[in-house]
């Protein structure tokens, strides 16, 4: 095994413990930060052309925020579930058309909207762990 393989290998290890002894609400956050991180890897790709690469990573990207709309609550998130809903869906469709146009504008606004969306969320969980 090569390094690259066995530090994939225990970042993948240290990334599942985390996930399996995570609350709901750090898994949320998780999520959040994932999402973030993802962002700035697909903009180092765009930024070099690496096509391939940038849209393995939007991909990435488009199932964090596929699983953060499957987090959401309908039945006790009224309005705010309905938002958010809306909310992920035209984050999908614009992490779409950042990789078709290879536009970093597009990654800049998704990026800004997560943030907003992970600000909220952890001032809103503050006490709940």
Known sequence: MNTKQ???TYLGTRNQSNVDSASPVQLITMLLNGALERINTAR??????EVAEQGETIGK???IVA???AYLDHDNGGD??????SLYDYIVR????ANRKSDLSILDEVASLLMEVRAGWVEST???G
Request: hydrophobic share 35%; proline share 0%; charged share 30%.
């Open 6 to 8: 066995a530090m994939s």
């Open 44 to 49: 180092y790709h765009m930024e070099r052309g």
């Open 61 to 63: 990207i488009i199932d």
């Open 67 to 69: 699983s953060l709309d």
């Open 80 to 85: 705010l579930s309905k938002n958010l809903e």
């Open 94 to 97: 614009q992490l779409f058309d």
């Open 126 to 128: 503050k006490n709940q």
